[in-house]
Each structure stands twice: as structure tokens, then as C-alpha cells.
């Protein structure tokens, strides 16, 4: 979110937001190797709630203190997607989320990136501002990810463990309905610029 408002100055670097932006894709890897190796799954839920946490103040401190910039626009949303593509890979290995969920994500993430040399062609860069549906997609899905890690367990199901598992599934349903109703947007609105881009 370092990159939600265009003021500041766009060519800044070393910036508090572009910093937390930072932060929070140096806590992939710890995530993956938490959840994947010891399966330490206490602490990787304190890195994916900091990661929420840096994810809402990036995008606070670089309006409030007019800090937005290029590199906090890349960052911020790459973040969100490889703790996305993290949590899957992860979820995935351990049984916790199916294959079927894992690559329907995955294969909307690729029809977007599909996209990028028909803008780049076009001159509008690497991507199109985000949509809203986009980041509704995006919060409903960094939330489900924990719920269903909490509510993992092998035996008799708690009451916790139940609740979390009810919570992850809702915000995993909708975030991947979302998420998909995003992308086809995004795709639409990709062509329209090609259409455009012809009849000049």
C-alpha cells in the first residue's frame, strides 16, 4: 500500500513505508520454512499477523507522512502475493488447503502476468492500479490463511479449531471468488486498451 497515493516524491527509496515493505517479504521465507520444517505453527502466525500488521502501516505512513514512491507501488503488492503464494505452497504440502484451491489461484495470477507485455507495448508499465475488488480479494485471503492454519489439528476437533476453520473457509471462499472477479476485470480492462490503443 506504500504506493496507494501519488504524491511525495515517486523516485524516493529509502523510505519508513518502502522499510516495513521490506520487512515484510524478508518474513516469506521464515513463514515457509516455519510451516514446512518444524512446523512451528504458533510462530508462523505471529509472522503472517506482523506481515498484516506492516501491510496496513506501510500504506498509513506513506500517506500521513507523504512518503509514497515507484518502488513502495512494486513492493507493497508483490509482498502480498508472494505471502500468498507462500501460504499456499505451504497449506498445500500440508494437506491443510486442496491442490484444486492452490492452482485456481495460481492460474489467475499467471493470466495476469500474461497480460504484462500488452501493457508494457502499450506504455502503461508492468500493471494497472489496483482495483478495489483486488484488495478486498487480497484482505479476504491474508486472513484465510491464518484461521486455517490455526484450525489445523489431527484428532478430536476444539471448539477454537472449529470456529477458526469455519472463519478461514468463509474468508477463503470469498477471497477466491474475488480474486477471480478481479482478474477477469483486470483482463477486460486490458483489452479495452488494446482496442483503444487501435482505433488511434
Known amino acids: 500500500m506504500s504506493g496507494d497515493v501519488e504524491t511525495g516524491n515517486p523516485d524516493r527509496i529509502l ?44 500504506g498509513w505512513l506513506a500517506r500521513k507522512l507523504n512518503q509514497t514512491s515507484r518502488l513502495g507501488q512494486m513492493l507493497d503488492p508483490a509482498a502480498d502475493r508472494l505471502y500468498i503464494l507462500a501460504t499456499l505452497i505451504g497449506l498445500t504440502v500440508r494437506e491443510i488447503v486442496p ?15 500474461a497480460c504484462v507485455p ?14 478495489y475488488l483486488g484488495k478486498a480479494a487480497t484482505f479476504n485471503l491474508l486472513y484465510a490463511f491464518p484461521f486455517l492454519l490455526l484450525g489445523d489439528g489431527t484428532g478430536e476437533m476444539t471448539t477454537v479449531q472449529t470456529l477458526a476453520n469455519v472463519l478461514g ?32
Open 99 to 113: 491442490l484444486w484451491l492452490t492452482l485456481a489461484l495460481i492460474v489467475r495470477d499467471v493470466m495476469l502476468v
Open 169 to 200: 473457509w468463509s474468508f477463503a471462499i470469498w477471497g477466491s471468488g474475488l480474486y477471480w472477479w478481479a482478474g477477469v476485470l483486470y483482463v477486460v480492462q486490458v483489452r479495452r486498451l488494446v482496442e483503444a490503443d487501435r482505433r488511434t
Open 118 to 131: 500488452t501493457l508494457r507495448r502499450l506504455s502503461y508499465g508492468p500493471a494497472l492500479p489496483v482495483h
Open 15 to 58: 523510505t519508513l513505508p518502502n522499510a516495513l515493505s521490506l520487512l515484510r517479504l524478508a518474513g516469506v521465507p521464515v513463514f515457509l520454512w516455519l510451516v514446512l520444517g518444524p512446523e512451528r505453527d504458533g510462530l508462523a502466525l505471529c509472522v503472517l499477523m506482523v506481515a498484516g500488521f506492516t501491510d496496513y502501516a506501510d
